[in-house]
């Protein structure tokens, strides 16, 4: 089961039920739609066939609308092109004209307020660098560091500066509200530079009462130095290193990568690593080993998802980029060393109960080599919590929220699954268990841990944790012993009885065991005894040969059958129908 999720880029090379069919069960766990293009008859046709064929393969793919936020560019050229040459000057004006070779307009008009002189300024990705000589009204007079061809709306970048731009653009605005009509899950935050940008959007999702959750996209410098206050208002980060690249130097993009990262592991949010990671795949059916080791590290560095966007929204080999990202991922998480992890994971628990008790669910399931983490959650906050230990251990989330689901499906290690909504401890329990079943991701006789809140159905209250065996209690008792063992029913009610069937089964279950028995017990693994007492015949003879007895265990000769495969647990007085996992 992989963990590390994958973020698809939905564009003209994906958007067709047949297309998105195969990414699907390529390994797609979030189809994102890039806002910077296309309308909204475009996107809404693409949520449609998102949620038909996602509901036709019973998938949870939860939608990313991703904006395209404040930006600043050039307005156009009177020749449509330009070319600019090294140690020329150029001016930008907030004036509204249009360009040629020594001037071209922005469209913002508080440039002017923002730069100073000695600023470095970006055009086109970083091709074109200009250096600040002046600034005298709307005109800003630059000295050409970098030349080359210029054509119109091209995109600027400010490195180092602070500017004032607003959090949302009118653009920005309106998808933001297509987005809550069409109930994405997601909203990708594009150009956030401090908590306060963040706000502003939560602001207009609160006005129209959506639990849209906002990933915040940290794309330049001033970003990065406010990254805990933006952590802490948001609900996850991208980590977006197309803009994030030109707007600081190269070289610190891995470094702010690996910041984030663990910024965002220990906050308990999600984190999606970005930008050309099998660039090449737009191309070629098969990418370059840098962009294999670049997937493998960001999952090694803590990501919980992984993005693709050229090339499966406009590549020539989508569903090939969606496999082999998948497979790095599954080799890269073998790899991992889950126990190194969870001992380095000091950071916590000191805030909260949730936490604590998350950590505890960890430890305990590595210890005991759990097969699953099963959390009863009404918001997903568990899952979360749980996730950020990055346990070996798959993390089933049982909700009765179908957007929770939605929502956890970005989460490393989450496998959320819709649940009924229960009223005590004992149904959740069983509706977690029964579901996880049902899905497949536990098995009868599994150890797993569970974690869940009392009183049931209150979000935030995470307070619980069981030790749970999956399977039918047959027989209850007092046990003896330490060791569980597994072996085949043979009920013998006396010493005649026994000899008839000797050789037959391996887990003696008795009414008593008399001293007529005891020549017969070798090759017997376990006692089951309906008579009573730790100092009873049964529990002495047992205790004389070391293997494990339950005495006390009420109609056990009538309730267990000759040939029965069944699971002796001494240590909860238990035994299970078949094989059962006992630590």
């Known amino acids: 089961m992989r963990r590390t999720k994958i973020v698809c880029t939905i564009g003209p090379a994906s958007q067709s039920p047949d297309q998105l069919k195969k990414l699907m069960l390529a390994g797609m766990d979030v189809a994102r739609l890039n806002f910077s293009h296309g309308d909204y008859e475009e996107h809404g ?7 038909e064929v996602a509901n036709e393969l019973g998938k ?3 939608i990313l609308l991703d904006t395209k936020g404040p930006e600043i560019r050039i307005k156009k050229f009177a020749a449509g092109k330009i070319q600019l040459q090294d140690g020329g000057e150029f001016t930008l004006t907030t004036e509204d004209i249009e360009g040629d070779t020594t001037k071209v307009a922005v469209t913002y008009e508080g440039l002017t307020e923002d730069v100073t002189v000695g600023d470095k300024i970006l055009i086109d990705d970083g091709l074109i660098e200009l250096k600040v000589l002046e600034v005298v009204g709307p005109n800003i007079k630059c000295q050409v560091q970098n030349g080359g061809p210029l054509s119109d709306r091209k995109g600027v970048n400010l490195p180092g500066v602070s500017v ?4 949302m653009s009118e653009k920005d605005l309106n998808d933001i ?3 809550i009509e069409q109930d994405v899950d997601f909203i990708a935050a594009s150009f956030i530079r401090k908590a306060s940008d963040v706000i502003a959007i939560r602001k207009v999702l609160e006005e129209y009462n959506s639990d849209i959750h906002i990933i915040s996209k940290i794309e330049n410098q001033e970003g990065v130095d ?28 891995p470094l702010a990568q690996k910041l984030m990262i663990e910024s965002c592991n220990k906050a308990g949010k999600p984190v999606i690593t970005a930008t050309q990671m099998l660039d090449s795949m737009m191309r070629n059916p098969r990418p370059t080993r840098a962009e294999a080791s670049d997937v493998a590290n960001a999952i090694f560095d803590g990501t919980d998802a992984i993005m693709l966007s050229g090339e499966t929204a406009a590549g020539k080999y989508p569903e090939e980029s969606v496999k082999t990202m998948a497979q790095i991922a599954q080799r890269a998480e073998q790899a991992v060393h889950y126990e190194e992890i969870l001992g380095k994971k000091t950071f916590t628990p000191k805030a909260s109960i949730t936490d604590s008790i998350s950590s505890a669910t960890c430890t305990t399931a590595q210890n005991l080599g759990a097969a699953a983490v099963i959390t009863s959650t009404q918001s997903g906050f568990t899952a979360k919590m749980v996730s950020k230990y990055r346990p070996k251990a798959p993390i089933i989330a049982v909700t009765p929220d179908e957007r929770v689901v939605r929502k956890l499906v970005l989460s490393w290690g989450v496998f959320p699954i819709l649940g009924d909504q229960t009223e005590n401890t004992d149904d959740m329990f069983q509706e977690a268990i029964t579901k996880s079943l049902q899905a497949g991701y536990i098995r009868e006789g599994d150890l797993v841990i569970i974690t869940a809140g009392v009183p049931v159905g209150l979000a935030g209250t995470t307070n619980l944790l069981k030790v749970h065996i999956v399977g039918d209690v047959l027989v209850k008792g007092t046990g003896i012993g330490n060791t569980g063992v597994f ?15 000797q050789g037959q089964g391996n887990i003696l279950v008795t009414v008593s065991t008399d001293r007529d ?6 090759g017997i693994k376990a006692i089951v005894a309906e008579e009573a007492g730790l100092t009873s015949p049964t529990a002495i003879i047992g205790l004389s040969k070391g293997i494990p007895v339950i005495v006390g265990a009420r109609g056990a000769t009538n309730l267990l059958k000759d040939g029965q495969d069944v699971t002796v647990d001494p240590q909860r007085g ?10």
């Open 574 to 583: 238990l035994v299970y129908k078949g094989f059962a996992t006992i630590k």
């Open 45 to 51: 046709a693409r949520i449609k066939n998102i949620r």
């Open 226 to 253: 406010n990254l805990d206050e933006i952590i802490k208002v948001s609900d996850g980060l991208m980590v977006a290193r197309g803009d994030l690249g030109v707007e600081i130097p190269v070289e610190e993009v």
């Open 164 to 167: 004032s731009l607003p959090a």
């Open 517 to 522: 028995l005891v020549p017969f017990l070798d």
């Open 60 to 62: 949870n793919i939860a």
């Open 487 to 501: 072996g085949n029913v043979i009920v013998a009610k006396s010493a005649s009885d026994f000899q008839s069937k």
């Open 177 to 179: 509200k297509f987005g």
